[in-house]
């Protein structure tokens, strides 16, 4: 199984600041990269797919990178309402894996 | 645009079963993939499996393969999850998703919370 490594675990950080969450395949998926986000009592929202396409919906603020085994989401201005769990799931071969989750804060 | 309705919550003793459904509305149920992934406590995100309705046959993560059957009702437009010998950690929220292009999900139902517990 290919196993999603994130980094880091959890952030905090003030509204207007850029953030960078990343993900590390254990080996090359290509582009199968995919990025969700999730808030409490909420079911996951598709945010990035194929490492850089911004989903339908989602805020322009949100982009993706990378390729191979490193990939990025950025958020290039925190809004308050982006207070969520971050998710990486690589879709190049089952059984699907996600990352662990990054939990970022809202200062 | 396909939308995914869960059944409710559900609280189960250890040992025993579980069938949760996932109902689709708004798109060609046949052709599309409907997974399961799981969301238990202090864990990640974890698949479950998938169905191509059309095909009917379902594949399974390998953790789970003996102790999870999902079908799908064609006729109602609705797939199933079963789960059986339920231990306490099983217990989590419970999303069916809709599997598009290169394998994303897109959209997720609204869950489904087991609780396992003697």
């Known amino acids: 199984d290919i196993q999603m490594t994130q980094s880091p675990l959890s952030l905090s950080a003030f ?51 990378g390729s191979g085994t490193d990939f990025t989401l950025t958020i290039s201005s925190l809004h308050p309402e982006d207070g969520a769990t971050y998710y990486c799931q690589e879709s190049h071969s089952a059984p699907w894996t996600f990352g662990q989750g990054t939990k970022v804060e809202i200062k | 645009q396909v939308q995914l309705v869960q059944s409710g919550a559900e609280v189960k003793k250890p040992g025993s079963s579980v069938k949760v459904s996932c109902k689709a509305s708004g798109g060609i149920f046949s052709s599309s993939t409907i997974t399961w992934v799981r969301h238990a406590p202090r864990q990640g995100l974890e698949w479950v499996g998938s169905i191509v309705p059309i095909f009917g046959t379902a594949k399974y993560a390998q953790k789970f393969q003996g102790r999870v059957t999902i079908i799908a009702d064609e006729a109602t437009s609705t797939v199933y999850m079963e789960f059986s010998s339920l231990t306490s950690d099983d217990t989590a929220f419970y999303y069916c998703a809709n599997v598009v292009g290169g394998d994303w999900f897109d959209p997720w139902g609204q869950g489904t919370l087991l609780t396992v517990s003697s």
């Open chain 1, 15 to 65: 509204v207007g600041d850029r953030v960078t969450i990343t993900c590390r395949a254990s080996q090359n998926i290509d582009k199968y990269l995919n990025w969700y986000q999730r808030k409490p009592g909420e079911a996951p929202k598709l945010l990035i797919y194929a490492a850089s396409n911004l989903q339908s919906g989602a805020p322009s603020r949100f982009s993706g990178s």
